[in-house]
Structures are given as C-alpha cells and as structure tokens.
C-alpha cells in the first residue's frame, strides 16, 4: 500500500519505517526541515534501538522517503497516518492544533479517495472532529475526493518501539465500515495474527488509549505510596511487592516503587483524561490522585538529600546518574531529573550528570550542569551520587570500587537498583525509595 505518514517523531518514524520494513512504500511529512535533512541523510534523529538500520535499509530499497511538502506524501496515498504530538496544552487538555493543522492541510490538498488514521493520542471525539475538518476543505474545492477516518492509537514502548511494532500485544482499531476494517486488516495481518486485531467502534479506541495508560500510571503511583508507607512504617516495598505480584489477579507489572514517572505520555495522557472528564461533566478522581501522587513522589529524591545536607547544597558535589526518563530511551519530556536537577542547582549543589544516550541537555536543564563522559568521571570527588533512570550500566556498578573517588559514600538511589547488603558492605550511607529509607549509615 501506498502510505503517508504525517509527523516523523517517534511514532511517526517507527510505523512508518516498520510498515516500509513490511513491504509497504511510505513516505514521512514533518513540518521540521531539519528532522527531514537528517532522516534524508541517513541519519535518524531519535535513539531507538534497530530503527536506524530498517530506515537506512527501506531508504536505499525506495521504500521510505522522507519530505516536508505534504502535496508530495498525499499524492499517491491510499492510507494517511496521523501521527503528530499531542502535548498538553492550557488548563491540562490537550493541544490539538497540530492534528488539526495536518487534518486542514489533508483537507486542502487531497484529490483522491483516502483512508486517514488517526495515530496521534487524542481526546474522545476528535477523530470526528478532524474528519469534519478534512471533509470541509475537500468541499470548499468542489472536489469528490472521499476520505474515511480511522483510530489506530499508538501502545508503543519508547526503547522497545521497534520489538513493540512487529510483536505486538495488540492493534486497537476504530473504524466503523467495512472497507475501513479491510484496510487496516490489509496493512496489518501478515504480522498480527487476528486475534490480536481488536476492532471497535472510533470513540471506543480513542478511549482505550488513555485507559491504557491511566491503569499504567496508577500502578505506578499506587505502589509508590505504598513505598512512601514503607518508610515510614520501616518496611520494605520490595517485599510488599513480591508478596502482591504472586498474585495472579495483580501480577508484578509497573510495581517498582521509584521516584516517579515521566515522559511525553503518562503525565500529559492522564492530564488529559481529568481534562476530558470535566468537559463532559465527570470527575475523573483516580486519573486526579494518580497525577498528584506522581508530582508528589517526583520531590523524594530532592527531599531525601535536603534532609541529609540541609538546605543550602552550597559546593555540594552531587552526581547524577540519568537523565531520560526511562532507560532505553533519550526522551526527558517529564523525566524526574528535570525537577531533581533544578531543585539541587537552585539550592547550591555543583551537579555533574551522566547518561549513556543523553550526553547534552542544555536546552532543558541549568547552565551550570556539568557532563560527564562515564561513571568513573561523574562520581570523582563527589559527595553524593544519585540514582535516577535504572539504565542496565548503572545495575551492575562495582560501588566498592567507585567508592573510592568519592569524596564521601554516599549514594540516594532512586529507582532501588542497589543491593543494601553490598552497598553496606561498600561501607556506604545508602538511601532508597521505600525500604526504611538508610539502610545503613557507613563509615564517614
Ligand atoms: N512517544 C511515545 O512513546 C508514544 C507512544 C504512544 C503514543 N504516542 C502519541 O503519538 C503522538 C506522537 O508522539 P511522538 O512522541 O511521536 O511525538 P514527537 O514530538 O516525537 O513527534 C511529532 C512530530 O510531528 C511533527 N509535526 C507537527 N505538526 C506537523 C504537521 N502539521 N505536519 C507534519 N508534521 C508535523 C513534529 O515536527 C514532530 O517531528 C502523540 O499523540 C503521542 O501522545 C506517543
């Protein structure tokens, strides 16, 4: 099939590399001329692991071309992807005027008859609106091109996206005629065996989106409260969760307590569903608690660290282990070192940071953040490391080792990737989320 896809981010790029990896001829439109320059180039802006090499080989074979012209992908399109960001907007909702700047110019531009699928994560009722919006611009030019709206919401996993698109759990489809059931079908069935094609009505898929997500989230947030209880109570989150995960009925899935979520779509999806709730009259109340518990456990690791040192950081050597939100992953949208890291530069700390993808975020995080090249580097003289993305680097670290080009052993670890027996035995103060807070407060 002949496809454009609008939005050459994450999303747009993995299904359209992958749908090109599967024998389709796609063509990606992004309004940003450098992304395309890049993509053109052979180079794939985005770190996700095997995306570069399928964009690199589909490229060369002609399957996947990259433009910003829009007339150009539209041309020969028999399925329009929409796959542009959705990030929050005023008040928590969603911004809507990309996708719906990409549904005026299919509206403006299409003079054929058109499957448009609607990728992006939107609020309920939207792929309504955006077919209104694609129908009035085909009219107002006398044209009897026909476009049919379609929601194909995205589950993806940032990190996994590649493995995520070719082994899905599911493919969650709204559509609401025959033809439109054909053509997803036709797009998707030589990988996805049918019984992992669910179909459903269009408002029913924009929903299962966020619910999705919400569910996700709360796990998150409920098992960080439990943390939060832990340590107050002095027991241990980890055991509470091995003794919950057993359960079938609950299983061990997002049940690590951490120091909160982040990325472009926990905490902006559950935004939006309080948003869409109030619009139409309902209180989302799980989606609200879910969201304030998550801002909530973001301050633990900061708090953690004002109360060992006080609350002036002034020279205070602070090591920061990640920064993207995730591991596997060079996304920071929402990440929890966000906040961390302006917290403990307001406060005084001379903060050093490594991540093993995200080398430079001056953009994002305060001038005066250093970069590190390596582990060794950012732990040198430092007097206390923190612990914030579990990358696998940073799961295996020879503590007694790097101990000993620390000014103090000290180390805050947030995502409660340490062993406490050894890191006691590394003779360090170790600090983590919900297991008694010190485990052990090691020799000076
Ligand atoms: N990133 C994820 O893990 C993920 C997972 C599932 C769903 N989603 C959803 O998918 C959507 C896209 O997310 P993303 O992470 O890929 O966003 P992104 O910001 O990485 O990419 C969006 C791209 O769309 C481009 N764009 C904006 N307006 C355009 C227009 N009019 N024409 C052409 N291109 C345009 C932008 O330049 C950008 O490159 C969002 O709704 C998001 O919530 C994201």
Same mark, same amino acid.
């Given at each position: 099939m002949n496809i454009c896809m609008v939005g050459a981010g994450y999303v747009g790029l993995v299904t359209g590399a992958c749908l090109a990896e599967k024998g389709h001829s796609v063509i990606c439109v992004d309004v940003n001329a450098a992304v395309i320059e890049k993509l053109k180039s052979g180079v794939v802006p985005i770190y996700e692991p095997g995306l570069e090499e399928i964009a690199r080989r589909c490229s060369a074979e002609g399957r996947l071309r990259f433009? *910003?012209? &829009?007339?150009?992908?539209? %041309?020969?399109?028999?399925? *329009?992807?929409?796959?542009?960001? !959705?990030?929050?907007?005023?008040?928590?909702?969603?911004?809507?005027?990309? $996708?719906?700047?990409?549904?005026?110019?299919?509206?403006?531009l299409l003079s054929h008859d058109c499957a448009v699928v609607v990728k992006s994560t939107v609020p309920v009722g939207t792929c309504y609106s955006v077919l209104d919006r694609i129908e009035s611009g085909i009219a107002s030019r006398g044209s009897f091109a026909r476009a049919e709206i379609i929601s194909n919401p995205e589950f993806l996993k940032e990190g996994s996206a590649v493995n995520d698109f070719f082994d899905p759990d599911r493919v969650v489809i709204g559509a609401e005629n025959e033809n439109s059931r054909e053509i997803m079908s036709g797009l998707y069935?030589?990988? $996805?065996?049918?019984? %992992?094609?669910?179909?459903?009505?269009? +408002?029913?898929?924009?929903? !299962? =989106?966020?619910?999705? /997500?919400?569910?996700?989230?709360?796990? &998150?947030?409920?098992?960080?409260?439990i943390a939060l209880l832990c340590d107050v109570a002095g027991a241990d989150v980890l055991a509470v969760k091995a003794g919950m995960a057993t359960d079938p009925r609950i299983g061990g899935h997002f049940l690590n307590a951490g120091c909160g979520y982040g990325g472009s779509c926990f905490p902006k999806d559950i935004q939006a569903l309080d948003q869409t709730g109030r619009v139409l009259g309902l209180e989302m109340k799980m989606a609200l608690a879910t969201s304030l518990v998550n801002e909530r456990q973001k301050l633990v690791l900061g708090n953690m660290i004002v109360e060992r040192f006080g609350k002036n950081l002034k020279g205070l050597g602070a090591a920061v282990l990640g920064l993207s939100f995730k591991p596997e992953t060079d996304d920071m949208r929402y990440a929890p070192s966000i906040p961390l890291i302006n917290t403990l530069t %307001?406060?005084? +700390?001379? $903060? !050093?940071?490594?991540?093993?993808?995200?080398?430079?975020?001056?953009?994002i995080l305060p001038p005066s953040v250093k970069y590190a090249s390596g582990v060794p580097e950012t732990l040198a003289g430092a007097d206390a490391a923190i612990l914030v993305t579990e990358w696998d680097d940073f799961k295996h670290l020879d503590w007694?080792?790097?101990?000993?080009?620390? =000014?103090? %052993? &000290?180390?805050?670890?947030?995502? /409660?990737?340490?062993?406490?027996?050894?890191?006691?035995?590394?003779?360090f103060e170790y600090y983590c989320i919900g297991r008694g807070r010190t485990v052990n407060v090691g020799r000076p």
């Amino acid at each position: 099939m002949n496809i454009c896809m609008v939005g050459a981010g994450y999303v747009g790029l993995v299904t359209g590399a992958c749908l090109a990896e599967k024998g389709h001829s796609v063509i990606c439109v992004d309004v940003n001329a450098a992304v395309i320059e890049k993509l053109k180039s052979g180079v794939v802006p985005i770190y996700e692991p095997g995306l570069e090499e399928i964009a690199r080989r589909c490229s060369a074979e002609g399957r996947l071309r990259f433009t *910003c012209d &829009i007339a150009e992908g539209l %041309r020969d399109a028999e399925v *329009c992807f929409i796959a542009v960001g !959705t990030p929050s907007g005023d008040g928590g909702g969603t911004e809507l005027k990309y $996708v719906y700047a990409a549904a005026d110019s299919v509206g403006a531009l299409l003079s054929h008859d058109c499957a448009v699928v609607v990728k992006s994560t939107v609020p309920v009722g939207t792929c309504y609106s955006v077919l209104d919006r694609i129908e009035s611009g085909i009219a107002s030019r006398g044209s009897f091109a026909r476009a049919e709206i379609i929601s194909n919401p995205e589950f993806l996993k940032e990190g996994s996206a590649v493995n995520d698109f070719f082994d899905p759990d599911r493919v969650v489809i709204g559509a609401e005629n025959e033809n439109s059931r054909e053509i997803m079908s036709g797009l998707y069935s030589s990988f $996805v065996p049918p019984e %992992r094609m669910i179909f459903m009505d269009i +408002a029913s898929a924009e929903i !299962t =989106k966020y619910a999705c /997500n919400a569910m996700l989230a709360l796990r &998150i947030s409920f098992i960080n409260e439990i943390a939060l209880l832990c340590d107050v109570a002095g027991a241990d989150v980890l055991a509470v969760k091995a003794g919950m995960a057993t359960d079938p009925r609950i299983g061990g899935h997002f049940l690590n307590a951490g120091c909160g979520y982040g990325g472009s779509c926990f905490p902006k999806d559950i935004q939006a569903l309080d948003q869409t709730g109030r619009v139409l009259g309902l209180e989302m109340k799980m989606a609200l608690a879910t969201s304030l518990v998550n801002e909530r456990q973001k301050l633990v690791l900061g708090n953690m660290i004002v109360e060992r040192f006080g609350k002036n950081l002034k020279g205070l050597g602070a090591a920061v282990l990640g920064l993207s939100f995730k591991p596997e992953t060079d996304d920071m949208r929402y990440a929890p070192s966000i906040p961390l890291i302006n917290t403990l530069t %307001r406060l005084g +700390a001379d $903060v !050093t940071v490594f991540d093993p993808v995200v080398r430079d975020a001056s953009g994002i995080l305060p001038p005066s953040v250093k970069y590190a090249s390596g582990v060794p580097e950012t732990l040198a003289g430092a007097d206390a490391a923190i612990l914030v993305t579990e990358w696998d680097d940073f799961k295996h670290l020879d503590w007694d080792v790097l101990g000993m080009s620390m =000014k103090r %052993r &000290i180390l805050f670890d947030g995502r /409660n990737v340490c062993d406490p027996g050894k890191m006691e035995r590394a003779g360090f103060e170790y600090y983590c989320i919900g297991r008694g807070r010190t485990v052990n407060v090691g020799r000076p």
